[in-house]
């Protein structure tokens, strides 16, 4: 657990940085002369030019060396792209110097919350390695939305402006977000409420007034959030491109301190006048979406399978503002074309469960306890002569829970319950003793590995694959 910082935290974050380290560095060391230490360095929009890969070379190579903990975005553009590894995780560049990853968030000893999302927006899906999708967005914004007690991360680094935050503030001049802004990134900025966001790309400076979190008069008041986009360094214009500022980390702040509204606060941008999130552009998916079968959860019968035609004209009923569900990057869908068939080993028309002995039912019972007692989760034991339909509401999500013993288990779902908790409860080292598997993310290999793999199980299930058998 972080510890309180003794002082607020002295920031630096950079625009386009192009290729032009010796003039950003130049500029670093001058302000640090000038102003004293600053604990980071944080670069938005395009940190690489391959015109210059002479002068990142005498970084890499430790010729130069970075006098300050640098953290950046990845590549914006093919022709950059090689210089950032092929997986989503982020790595050290060269001393000092460090790529944060596609997607994330970097949290500080001091506690200082960073949320970052690499590349531009993609045109469709899958995203190229340079972009991001509604996949990334969203899983990025659920990880967090997930977390218990969530209100907000002190820092958002996006590269690309996000769409309309210019509404109730001044205009950014010649910047037209409807067109060079990212929908995507309004949705997240909005969604995770930072303290300070940061973009770049459109070489041009703009700080926009702050803006609140809440709704006046109908909710609790929250900490308001800030707009700053930089220019790219060594503009002619000599707009800005370096910005400092203090900060303590929210989970470091009194909250009355933390939700103080400053005077020229504005309405929220991404947000109408109701109080929800609202930009119809955030999740559209751009391919038609293939007839397929999904669970609906809204109101009406619940539970029962429909389904979705293509020109049919359903309309799902939810309000206006929501997006609706990208159901063609859903890559457990065989009609989808985000599935991933090279892992498929037999297609059938019926499931057969089979139960797994993955330990005695008393360890897997217990590790489910401790487990949601550190999560604050009340699991409710349910006796077999209990009437279950007089305990669960019809059409209420549970996280249900049955043991080999005849034992069960309830929890009903809220808005925060962690999407993972039973993946993280299986791989502890009560049950299948892998705790390092239980973020799925750690668990992926490369696509020629996972063909093999596949291919072999396909093999040795062939005796018993029963949707095979005439």
């Not at 996006?158 to 001049?173: D, H, L, N």
Request: hydrophobic share 35%; proline share 7%; with cysteine.
């Amino acid at each position: 657990m972080a510890g309180t910082p003794e002082r607020p935290l002295r920031l630096l974050v950079c625009g386009d940085v192009s290729g032009r380290l010796g003039a950003l560095y130049g500029r670093v060391e001058a302000a640090q002369r000038k102003s004293g230490a600053f604990d980071l360095l944080l670069c938005v929009g395009s940190f690489f030019d391959a015109a210059r890969d002479a002068e990142w070379e005498e970084y890499r190579a430790g010729r130069r060396t970075a006098r300050i903990q640098t953290l950046l975005l990845g590549a914006n553009s093919e022709d950059t792209r090689g210089h950032f590894p092929d997986s989503a995780g982020g790595c050290e560049l060269a001393p000092n110097i460090t790529y944060l990853g596609r997607r994330g968030v970097f949290t500080g000893a001091s506690g200082l919350r960073i949320a970052y999302l690499s590349g531009t927006e993609a045109p469709g899906e899958p995203a190229p390695t340079h972009c991001f999708g509604a996949r990334d967005v969203a899983e990025l914004r659920d990880s967090l939305l997930s977390a218990p007690g969530f209100r907000g991360v002190d820092v958002l680094l996006t590269s690309p402006w996000p769409r309309g935050v210019e509404a109730f503030a001044r205009s950014p001049g010649d910047v037209d977000t409807q067109k060079c802004g990212s929908g995507l990134v309004s949705l997240l900025a909005a969604s995770i409420k930072p303290r300070y966001h940061f973009a770049a790309l459109q070489k041009t400076y703009y700080e926009r007034l702050p803006y609140r979190n809440h709704t006046v008069l109908q909710g609790t008041a929250q900490h308001v959030s800030r707009f700053i986009a930089l220019a790219n360094v060594g503009n002619a214009d000599k707009r800005k491109y370096l910005y400092a500022f203090s900060i303590l980390p929210m989970s470091s702040m009194d909250p009355a301190e933390l939700v103080k509204q400053p005077q020229d606060v504005t309405e929220n941008p991404y947000r109408r006048p109701g109080g929800e999130i609202c930009n119809q552009l955030m999740l559209e998916t751009k391919a038609e979406p293939a007839s397929q079968f999904f669970f609906d959860l809204s109101s009406g019968q619940r539970g029962k399978k429909r389904v979705a035609e293509r020109g049919e004209g359903h309309q799902p009923k939810r309000p206006p503002c929501r997006p609706p569900l990208p159901m063609a990057a859903c890559w457990f869908c065989l009609a989808s074309p985000e599935v991933e068939k090279h892992l498929v080993v037999s297609v059938g028309t019926h499931v057969v469960p089979v139960p797994h002995n993955l330990g005695t039912t008393e360890d897997i019972k217990e590790a489910f306890v401790l487990q949601a007692e550190e999560q604050r989760i009340e699991l409710l034991e349910i006796p077999e002569h209990s009437a279950l339909k007089q305990i669960v509401q019809p059409g209420t999500p549970y996280f249900y829970v049955e043991l080999d013993s005849g034992e069960k288990l309830f929890h009903r779902i809220g808005k925060h319950f962690p999407l993972q908790f039973g993946r993280e409860v299986l791989a502890s080292e009560a049950v299948l003793g892998m705790p390092s598997r239980a973020d799925w993310r750690s668990c992926q290999a490369g696509r020629e590995e996972e063909a093999t793999a596949a291919q072999e199980f396909r093999q040795a299930f062939a005796p018993f694959d029963f949707a095979q058998v005439d």
